[in-house]
């Protein structure tokens, strides 16, 4: 039989699809057992009970211990990382770094992240359409653009500039379209084609720094358009914002929409709650349908399915996003639907108080009764 450590060893080629660290150094092999008769008994430890990649564990470990020889059979359990062992393992990938700190986000009722398998189906697009959609119904609404390699909320938003920083040293977001708050990357490069090489932890800390050192102030609705792909940053979010959300964003062919599902899968490992489904750019050219397979497979709503039209790119280019530009467009039609469907979706703090409204009335007083 193999001793503990050569199992071990054997472990360390089972790799985690989205840490891409393995098993063995990110501390999720909970125990090994060598019993009679050539079995080995392996604990595994998942992030979240529901794992959807479990199955990747399984199959890799019984492969790696079962080559080994002297093993007839391989028996592997799981369990999940406690609070502390999760947040020592994105600490040891230099992720995260803990909570933010009570408060920074205090003011702010709903984080949502659009995020996607891939880069070009309009993630971005949504975000800015979502965040004009949300702001004309009444929303206090803001976009960050944490997309730093692709960036692309300010020419989509019509915002450019250098934010101002207040006394207390936050930076104030910039605003567009009448109140929209926006805030990005772009706003502290010198030059607009100043190449930015982000490796993963400095990615990490900028996110962590939009969210805490940004004055976002009162906010119904804070988005964030996320880089495409999977992972890391959805592990970063998760740490930082447990009750942010996520809206998935598709085009409508299957092979975007496995992309996609692979993206929501790795939300969900990390206990975010899904609010559903964006189908983008329907129609002749990419079909349509695959946003409402994604939704079922996952089984949450189909938030809207908005066609793919000349105009929408035109006005996104133009800096006003089609919602606000041409309301009547059966464009902008699927991105309000859309946008109240995550209202329905999503708490709705009543502030009866926030704003005094006594102050700066004009106009003739009703005459009051004694
Ligand atoms: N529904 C649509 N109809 C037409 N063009 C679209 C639509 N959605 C996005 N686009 C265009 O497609 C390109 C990619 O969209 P973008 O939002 O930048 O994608 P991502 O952020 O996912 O990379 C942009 O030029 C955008 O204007
Ligand atoms: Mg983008």
Same mark, same amino acid.
């Given at each position: 039989?193999?001793?503990?450590?050569?199992? *071990?060893?054997?472990?360390?080629?089972?790799? +985690?699809?989205?840490?891409?660290?393995?098993?063995?150094?990110?501390?999720?092999?909970?125990?090994?057992?060598?019993?009679?008769? #050539?079995?080995?008994?392996?604990?595994?430890?998942?992030?979240?009970?529901?794992?959807?990649?479990?199955?990747?564990?399984?199959?890799?470990?019984?492969?790696?211990? #079962?080559?080994?020889?002297?093993?007839?059979?391989?028996?592997? #359990?799981? +369990?999940?990382?406690? =609070?502390?062992?999760?947040?020592?393992?994105?600490?040891?990938?230099?992720?995260?770094?803990?909570?933010?700190?009570?408060?920074?986000?205090?003011?702010?009722?709903?984080?949502?992240?659009?995020?996607?398998?891939?880069?070009?189906? /309009?993630?971005?697009?949504?975000?800015?359409?979502?965040?004009?959609?949300?702001?004309?119904?009444?929303?206090?609404?803001?976009?960050?653009?944490?997309?730093?390699?692709?960036?692309?909320?300010?020419?989509?938003?019509?915002?450019? #500039?250098?934010?101002?920083?207040?006394?207390?040293?936050?930076?104030?977001?910039?605003?567009?379209?009448?109140?929209?708050?926006?805030?990005?990357?772009?706003?502290?490069?010198?030059?607009?084609?100043?190449?930015?090489?982000?490796?993963?932890?400095?990615?990490?800390?900028?996110?962590? =720094?939009?969210?805490?050192?940004?004055?976002?102030?009162?906010?119904?609705?804070?988005? !964030?358009?996320?880089?495409? /792909?999977?992972?890391?940053?959805?592990?970063?979010?998760?740490?930082?914002?447990?009750?942010?959300?996520?809206?998935?964003?598709?085009?409508?062919?299957?092979?975007? =929409?496995?992309?996609?599902?692979?993206?929501?899968?790795?939300?969900?490992?990390? +206990?975010?709650?899904?609010?559903?489904?964006?189908?983008?750019?329907?129609?002749?050219?990419? /079909?349509?349908?695959? &946003?409402?397979?994604?939704?079922?497979?996952?089984?949450?709503?189909?938030?809207?399915?908005?066609?793919? *039209?000349? /105009?929408?790119?035109?006005?996104?280019?133009?800096? *006003?996003?089609?919602?606000?530009?041409?309301?009547?467009?059966?464009?902008?039609?699927?991105?309000?639907?859309?946008?109240?469907?995550?209202?329905?979706?999503? @708490? =709705?703090?009543?502030?009866?108080?926030?704003? @005094?409204?006594?102050?700066? !009335? *004009? &106009?003739?007083?009703?005459?009051?009764? @004694?």
């Amino acid at each position: 039989m193999p001793t503990r450590e050569q199992i *071990t060893e054997a472990l360390k080629s089972v790799i +985690d699809p989205e840490l891409h660290h393995d098993i063995v150094s990110l501390g999720m092999v909970r125990d090994i057992e060598i019993q009679d008769g #050539g079995r080995v008994d392996v604990v595994v430890s998942l992030t979240t009970p529901g794992c959807p990649i479990r199955n990747h564990f399984q199959n890799g470990v019984m492969e790696a211990v #079962g080559s080994l020889e002297g093993v007839r059979d391989v028996n592997v #359990g799981f +369990d999940v990382l406690s =609070q502390d062992e999760k947040q020592s393992l994105s600490q040891r990938l230099g992720r995260g770094g803990g909570p933010l700190p009570a408060g920074s986000l205090a003011q702010v009722t709903n984080v949502i992240c659009v995020a996607s398998g891939k880069g070009g189906v /309009g993630k971005s697009t949504a975000t800015a359409n979502l965040a004009a959609a949300l702001f004309a119904e009444g929303r206090a609404t803001a976009a960050l653009d944490a997309d730093v390699w692709g960036y692309s909320i300010p020419r989509m938003l019509g915002v450019h #500039g250098r934010p101002m920083v207040s006394a207390d040293r936050k930076i104030i977001p910039l605003e567009t379209h009448g109140g929209i708050k926006a805030v990005s990357i772009e706003f502290f490069l010198d030059s607009e084609d100043q190449a930015i090489t982000w490796r993963g932890p400095m990615l990490h800390k900028a996110i962590r =720094q939009f969210l805490e050192d940004v004055e976002w102030g009162q906010l119904d609705y804070l988005l !964030i358009d996320l880089p495409p /792909g999977t992972g890391d940053v959805t592990m970063t979010l998760a740490q930082l914002l447990p009750h942010s959300k996520f809206v998935i964003v598709t085009t409508p062919q299957e092979a975007a =929409q496995k992309v996609a599902r692979r993206a929501a899968e790795t939300a969900v490992r990390y +206990d975010i709650e899904l609010l559903g489904v964006i189908e983008n750019m329907y129609g002749e050219v990419f /079909g349509e349908g695959g &946003g409402q397979v994604l939704a079922d497979e996952l089984d949450i709503p189909l938030l809207g399915k908005i066609p793919l *039209t000349e /105009g929408v790119r035109r006005a996104s280019d133009a800096g *006003t996003p089609i919602v606000l530009e041409d309301p009547d467009n059966p464009a902008s039609q699927a991105f309000f639907h859309a946008a109240r469907g995550i209202i329905a979706a999503t @708490p =709705q703090e009543i502030r009866m108080l926030a704003t @005094p409204v006594v102050a700066g !009335i *004009t &106009g003739t007083p009703l005459p009051m009764a @004694p």
